[in-house]
């Protein structure tokens, strides 16, 4: 397979996640070019530069067929695709079938219990990826693993995280739609509710605490943040909660 920087194109560049890009470019991850084209499809990028990364990967990369996928028809040749695809946008016309919705593995640094932003910007605790479940079942992402139909879509580039829902302050685990590609490390001071992500990561991390003293933490900081929405509402005092109290 060529290598996804050659002619001095970075595919890594197009990546959302910074944290993501330099993970790839560190361990010298090789993307497939139907993954190149998945992933500047995904990007930020503008139409153009995106139809100009697309020719440069018909013109310097081999083609390749793209695998059937639940929402996608397959296809004899990628070049092509992208040509058709091209056209398509060049026009304003909506194509029948969009890159978007094929599953490709994408290595990220993240494990289990890390701390990481979420689509709406506030933080949750990494719990799994679907295609950490994959490997374990023995599915190695190779092509003929593909086209076998042992993947997912695209609909599960996703992760499953513990957070407090938003405005509600209930804390679930679920999953955040559309992230996996643009997951970052959280990086900001963790405050009021959320304080409590810090001792679940170290937690899940480490094995360090009961099951019974995280929920009673759980519950001191639920409470807290509780009386922080009453204070805002209605103005009333609330005892803050020193977090030495649990280290």
Known sequence: MQKSNKSGFNIYKFLR????????????HVFSPLDMAIIIQLSNRTINEKHDAWKTIISDYPDMPIHKSINFKAKDSLHAFLKELIQYEEKNEECPDELDMIFFDLPVPFEKGDIVTM???????LDSIPHWWAREKGYNYDYQ??????????S???????????????????????????????RKE?????????????????????????????CKFQEEGINEDISRLFGCFYKKLDDEEFD
């Open 17 to 28: 996640s910074s944290d993501i890009a330099e993970h790839c470019e560190k361990i010298g």
């Open 119 to 125: 689509a709406n910007g506030s933080p949750g605790v």
């Open 145 to 154: 693993d593909l086209v076998s139909g042992k993947q997912y879509d695209g």
């Open 156 to 186: 599960d580039m996703i992760a499953y995280l513990y957070f407090f829902e938003c405005y509600k302050g209930n804390f679930i685990l679920d999953h955040d739609d559309d992230t996996l590609d643009k997951l970052t490390y959280y």
């Open 190 to 218: 963790l405050i009021g509710r959320e304080r409590f992500l810090k001792y679940l990561s170290r937690s899940i991390k480490t094995g360090d605490y009961s099951i019974d003293w995280l929920i009673n933490v759980f």
